[in-house]
């Protein structure tokens, strides 16, 4: 698998973006709507979006270092438990993305990472472009997850086509 940090620098882009678009329409909702069961693997939109910002979290700490969120995948949906405080640490979450992709040149992404998964409860090595691209993989499953949770619930978040994306998104 191979991944560039060109790559890496559209989709950190593209992550922001389309966090913008899913948190600008979920903010239209009420906290009630917002926390709704409605079958989703995590439970609600905001179940949801708090794993994807806790698992973005997670990978982050392999790949800069930083420290990761508290709990595992099973606690991931009540990571956050008030919308201000989830969108304020989207953003940054978003920052910290955007600009370990801009920082990145080709030696960053080759070899393996290795890693403890707690989904796995073992020691695992991927090659870190795998790994990249998989974080991105990762954010694009679960958005869509959301973006159908807000859609049924009335909300109209933006295109998700990343040949629309704005060219000024992240620069």
């Known amino acids: 698998m191979t991944s560039s940090p060109s790559y890496c620098a559209l989709m950190a882009r ?7 678009s899913l948190l600008s329409a ?3 909702l009420g906290d009630d709507v917002r926390r709704q069961e ?7 939109i ?10 973005d979290l997670i990978w982050m700490s392999r790949f800069d270092g930083g420290a990761p969120p508290e709990g595992g995948i099973d606690a991931s949906p009540g ?10 640490a989207r953003a940054q979450a978003d920052k910290r993305i955007l600009g370990w992709a801009d920082r990145l040149n080709p030696e ?6 290795t890693w403890v998964s707690g989904a796995t409860g073992r020691e695992m090595a991927r090659p870190m472009g795998l790994c990249a691209v998989h974080l991105f993989n990762h954010q694009t499953h679960h958005r869509g ?4 949770m807000l859609t049924a619930a009335g909300a109209r978040p933006g295109p ?3 040949v629309f994306m704005p060219e000024d998104v992240g620069l």
Not at 38 to 44: I, V
């Open 79 to 88: 990571l956050l438990a008030d919308w201000h405080a989830y969108c304020a």
């Open 38 to 44: 409605r079958g989703a693997f995590f439970g609600s």
């Open 14 to 20: 593209y992550n922001l973006w389309q966090n913008g």
């Open 46 to 55: 905001f179940g949801t979006l708090n794993h994807l910002l806790w698992a």
């Open 145 to 148: 997850q959301v973006h159908a």
């Open 160 to 162: 998700t086509d990343l």
């Open 26 to 28: 979920a903010d239209g």
């Open 108 to 113: 960053d992404l080759a070899g393996d990472l």
